[in-house]
């Protein structure tokens, strides 16, 4: 009950930032930041995700889809696995709460009006009752306005989470004591998260050459080793998995793939 209740309310607030997207409403300070109204329609899906609030939503939205499909396939592994996925989609949603705990800052919310952004508050503009008549926003970087990054980031977010369901068997399996039996299970999403992740890496590759010329210097941005060295262990991971089905051995090798890859 408590994860179906959580779904409604992580598509709730999707549904609302894209319907504050699509109507230009610029008296939020993420919808002002990220799109204008000169922008052709098509990259409202990329200013959803292109600052942390919209990666954050679409990381927790993939968690959750990929949970509700977890619960039903699980079967005796779904109490542990899906305490895992629970805990993570709550650090997750804290990344967006845009509330202080004293003089500390817990996450970034998508929601904040521009009036009340630290960078607006106090110039003279926001101060007029009629400020928004002739407001538009700043619009989406040039260089994200192309077509591969409205199919980029999904896929590889898709890919990212992924990797948390093999974390989570991993992490059951320590909890029941079950060292070896986690494994199987986790066989099918952990090669579900390596075809998706390469393929989101690969759309990433193909941006990268068609927008920014990076040539063969791209492969050493952080943004791409960010997901590219996740890859590489899962990819390790799976294929020591797959040894330890066939001859029993190197538990301890998978465990600390795939613990290492989320």
């Not at 500390?104 to 998508?110: A, K, L, M, Q």
């Amino acid at each position: 009950i408590g994860f179906h209740s959580h779904s409604a309310a992580v598509i709730c607030i999707i549904v609302t930032l894209f319907w504050m997207l699509f109507n230009h409403y610029f008296e939020f300070h993420y919808v002002w930041q990220h799109s204008n109204k000169e922008m052709p329609m098509q990259y409202i899906l990329s200013c959803f995700w292109e600052g942390q609030e919209g990666s954050f939503l679409l990381w927790t939205f993939w968690n959750m889809v990929l949970g509700q499909l977890q619960m039903r396939s699980a079967k005796d592994w779904e109490f542990h696995t899906m305490a895992v996925v629970a805990l993570v989609q709550g650090f997750l949603s804290s990344m967006l709460l845009g509330v202080y705990i004293g003089d500390v800052h817990i996450g970034s919310s998508p929601l904040l009006l521009l009036r009340e952004h630290a960078d607006f508050r106090d110039l003279p503009f926001v101060q007029q009752a009629d400020y928004l008549r002739s407001l538009d926003g700043r619009g989406l970087n040039p260089l994200l306005q192309n077509w591969w990054m409205t199919i980029n980031h999904p896929t590889l977010f898709l890919g990212f989470s992924a990797t948390l369901f093999p974390f989570a068997y991993a992490i059951a399996g320590i909890w029941r004591g079950e060292y070896r039996a986690w494994i199987k299970p986790a066989l099918s999403w952990t090669f579900f998260g390596i075809c998706i992740l390469g393929t989101g890496i690969l759309m990433g590759g193909a941006w990268a050459y068609e927008s920014l010329s990076f040539g063969g210097f791209w492969a050493w941005d952080p943004g791409e080793n960010a997901s590219l060295v996740p890859w590489l262990t899962l990819v390790a991971g799976g294929h020591v998995m797959l040894v330890n089905q066939k001859k029993g051995q190197s538990v301890v090798t998978a465990l600390f793939l795939i613990l290492s890859t989320f």
